[in-house]
């Protein structure tokens, strides 16, 4: 097969016109192409009157190696790549120990999938509940304002990315097409076939809750098992000097799991379990995150200033953007999680504090569209000291949201006029809040640092400048962002393992190796390898 990449047709084109330009891209006779199938389908909307559509395309011809000459200086054509998904490992007939993995959102889900697929029979260890009785806490959380710490946006079964737009991409470096496997098992779980082709996909809530379900059943029927309501609270460890091997885990209820593999894969608000690891020794290090803020406009808006006159069109959706300004102080301003036609939501986890985050419908059809309008920040300048200092930050940040909102998970929120003008707000204009359990309006100043309130103050109308009606008055502002990514980074070695606790693999986003569910899912593959193999090296 070769891989034509880079075809770029018109928007509005006809069916035929896809195999016409392979045709005419390799220059052959209709008798030479066999068939052909799609790759990828991006778009290019920098100029909307003219949108693009880009193909990826793998075709079949009968004069292949004669046509491989003739492009050889062609980077567009090329053979197509074998991209399966190959196990490293098997699980031995006299394994001793079961591995065991801690945390159930993407990347736990996906590297107890592949050990269950090697035969390795995983345990899981889940803080929250099954999926379906943990939609019912979080719904509860947004109807009727009360928070079950143990089960929420945030912890249960599929992880943090369960109610969420379910964005499917990342920036991250995939050499060994584990993306694929994910979207794969994804599609085998029911997510819609064009994930496996489309530029950006996404599913959307409500198809997430069910394939989290059917993933789990896979993963029972190939011999894994399940615990929920299960958290970890500390590590078994034989210690020699700074030398560390875990040798079990101490889990709520007082019950003990003796086990030599562990994956660590829980999260980013798995605060406790954190300073745990951290009090035992486990060396964490911080790193950057962002701080800032969700911002909200009329999706109506962003797709006609996206997409001009072919705002609506089915195969282009509801739009997205991306946004970075550099500020005059330094710092960074960018749009993160953007989620079209979707909602904000609360995204605590702790009693006390307010976080926003955004989700969406795999049909975007809300009025809204939202993303987070964040600042970097480092350890070095602005949470320095202590690995855990950046969570002391998020926490200080979310306790201010919570008091400012009303003490009862309002979020404190103000109209983005208002807040470029230094003003608090009084009144809601066009753009309606989607944030339940329900919002303050105020001035958003009061709840995040100085700098960032500058930066973000400097940053919307740059924006503006990208996306006509982006600082439009009465968009709204809603507070505050600070779950951005991992504060912390618990550092692992070349195989996967800590830098000081033998038999633990510190993963996805919480350890700092991912960002998003995509990534995060293939952390957990690869990190499940290089369990599969360790185990398999020691009988
Ligand atoms: P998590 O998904 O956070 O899973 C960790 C799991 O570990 C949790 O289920 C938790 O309960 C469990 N756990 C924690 N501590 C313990 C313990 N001590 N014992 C046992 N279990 C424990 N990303 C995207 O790519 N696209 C999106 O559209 C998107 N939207 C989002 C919307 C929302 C509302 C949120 C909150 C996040 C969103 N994200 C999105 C981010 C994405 O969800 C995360 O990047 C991803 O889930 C990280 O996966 P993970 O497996 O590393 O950790």
Known sequence: ??????????????????????????????SQLLSFNLFKRGYDARNNKNIQLIYTLDVEVGSQEELLTQFARDPHVRITPDMTYKFVAQAPANLKNRPVVIGLGPCGLFAALILAQMGFNPIILERGKAVRERTKDT??????????????????????GTFSDGKLYSQVKDRKHYGRKVLHEFVAAGAPEEIMYVSKPHIG?????????????????????????TRVEKLDLD????????????????DYLPCDHVILAIGHSARDTFTALHEQGVYIEAKPFSVGFRIEHEQSMIDRERFGENAGNAILGAADYK??????????????????????????????????????????????????????????????GDPLAGIELQRRLEELAFSVGGENYHAPAQLI????????????GDVKPSYTPGITLTDLSKVVPDFVTQAIREAIPAFNRQIKGFAKTDGLLTGVETRTSSPICIKRDENYQ???????????????????????????????????LSMVSDT
């Open 139 to 160: 719904f509860g959380f947004w109807r009727k304002q009360a928070l079950n710490p143990e089960s929420n946006v945030q912890f249960g079964e599929g992880g943090a």
């Open 239 to 254: 210690t020699n000097g700074k030398a560390h091997k875990i040798k079990g885990l101490h889990l709520s209820g007082g």
């Open 498 to 532: 800590s830098v000081n606790v033998q038999g633990l693999y510190p993963a996805g986003e919480g350890a700092g190796y991912a960002g998003g569910i995509w990534s995060a899912g293939i952390d957990g593959i690869r990190v499940a390898e290089a369990l599969a």
């Open 323 to 384: 946004l970075v300004h550099h500020c005059k102080n330094g710092r960074t301003v960018y749009s993160f999680c953007m989620c079209p036609g979707g909602t904000v939501v609360a995204a605590a986890s702790e009693p006390g504090r307010v976080v926003t985050n955004g989700m969406s419908q795999y049909s975007r059809h809300e009025r809204n569209a939202n993303s987070a309008i964040v600042v970097g920040i480092t350890p070095e300048e602005d949470y320095p």
């Open 1 to 30: 097969m070769l891989r034509l990449t880079d075809i770029k047709l018109p928007l509005d084109h006809d069916e035929q016109a896809l195999e016409l330009a392979i045709l005419s891209k390799l220059k052959i006779e209709k």
């Open 417 to 428: 006029g208002d807040f470029l003008a230094g003003k608090t707000s009084s009144e809601i």
């Open 205 to 229: 809530t409500f198809k997430l809750v069910n394939m989290v379900e059917k993933m789990r059943a896979t993963i029972i029927e190939l011999g894994g098992e399940f615990r929920f309501s």
